[in-house]
């Protein structure tokens, strides 16, 4: 094995273990009022979904960016 491989691997397995005590380690139940609906969440799953959900939204908004930008160069 190359050791990219390994070093992703491992970072990978890191990331899974932060998950698990996020998850673990913050088991309150809190209440997440949605307009219309009230919603009883685990904070750990709170926390990870919401870092999920903005990593996305940044990702999605720098790769419009990106795109505009190589445009606008051409």
Do not use: P, W
């Not at 919401?50 to 790769?63: K, Q, R």
């Amino acid at each position: 094995m190359r050791l990219n491989t390994i070093f992703l691997f491992l970072v990978f397995v890191l990331l899974l273990f932060v998950c698990f005590l996020l998850l673990k380690l913050n088991q309150a139940i809190v209440f997440l009022d949605l307009l219309f609906v009230d919603i009883q969440v685990k904070v750990g799953f709170l926390i990870l979904v919401s870092f999920l959900i903005g990593s996305l939204l940044t990702f999605t908004l720098e790769m419009i960016y990106m795109l505009k930008k190589k445009k606008s160069e051409n």
